[in-house]
T-cell receptor, first 115, second 110 residues
Framework: DTEVTQTPKHLVMGMTNKKSLKCEQHMGHRAMYWYKQKAKKPPELMFVYSYEKLSINESVPSRFSPECPNSSLLNLHLHALQPEDSALYLC??????????????FGSGTRLTVV | KQEVTQIPAALSVPEGENLVLNCSFTDSAIYNLQWFRQDPGKGLTSLLLIQSSQREQTSGRLNASLDKSSGRSTLYIAASQPGDSATYLCAVRGNNDMRFGAGTRLTVKP
């Protein structure tokens, strides 16, 4: 299995809703990432998990809450989002640091719309 | 903090042309550099990965080079086709993360 699977593919939520994005990989990667991408912009790093521990939080608002329950799963819990949070959310995985001989593998993303 | 720049921002060429996309980065302490393709509204597809100790990688009509000391990489596309139309992103891998350039939006006209 050489894929990163993200669900759902599309999500529409109100500003008072709570929802979660899910990411799964079975490649044995021990580093997993969340990126946010606005239209016509490059992906921006949000969170990095290394060996199931949060290693980087790029000053992301607390309405985004990541969780890494095990080495194969990464969740992003959403609460009280704003319309400007509407974007494509991408998950990626890799081997950590200098062990990374194969690069990042990205999922196909979740298109989030906040109304 | 690593800064990645891609030139040009957009490029339109007729089918069959050879073309070069450029990427530059400010911090040469990298593990690897990866070129991705992104179609509108879709995820990222990896095209080529160059380790910091390598000079180039080839896959089919694509060739990527890396000059780590000068902070530059190029992606060469031979005999371009309309199906190559997409945004091409360069990304540089540091110890903990990967930083992206803003991309080059390529249009190949039939």
């Amino acid at each position: 299995d050489t894929e990163v699977t993200q669900t759902p593919k599309h999500l529409v939520m109100g500003m008072t809703n709570k929802k979660s994005l899910k990411c799964e990989q079975h490649m044995g990667h021990r580093a997993m990432y969340w990126y946010k991408q606005k239209a016509k912009k490059p992906p921006e790093l949000m969170f990095v998990y290394s060996y199931e521990k949060l290693s980087i939080n790029e000053s992301v608002p607390s309405r985004f809450s990541p969780e890494c329950p095990n080495s194969s799963l990464l969740n992003l819990h959403l609460h009280a989002l704003q319309p400007e949070d509407s974007a494509l959310y991408l998950c990626a995985s890799s081997l950590p640091g200098a062990s990374d001989l194969y690069g990042y593998t990205f999922g196909s993303g979740t298109r989030l719309t906040v109304v | 903090k690593q800064e990645v720049t891609q030139i040009p921002a957009a490029l339109s060429v007729p089918e069959g042309e050879n073309l070069v996309l450029n990427c530059s980065f400010t911090d040469s302490a990298i593990y690897n550099l990866q070129w991705f393709r992104q179609d509108p509204g879709k995820g990222l597809t990896s095209l080529l990965l160059i380790q910091s100790s390598q000079r180039e990688q080839t896959s089919g009509r694509l060739n990527a080079s890396l000059d780590k000391s000068s902070g530059r990489s190029t992606l060469y596309i031979a005999a371009s086709q309309p199906g190559d139309s997409a945004t091409y992103l360069c990304a540089v891998r540091g110890n903990n993360d990967m930083r992206f350039g803003a991309g080059t939006r390529l249009t190949v006209k039939p």
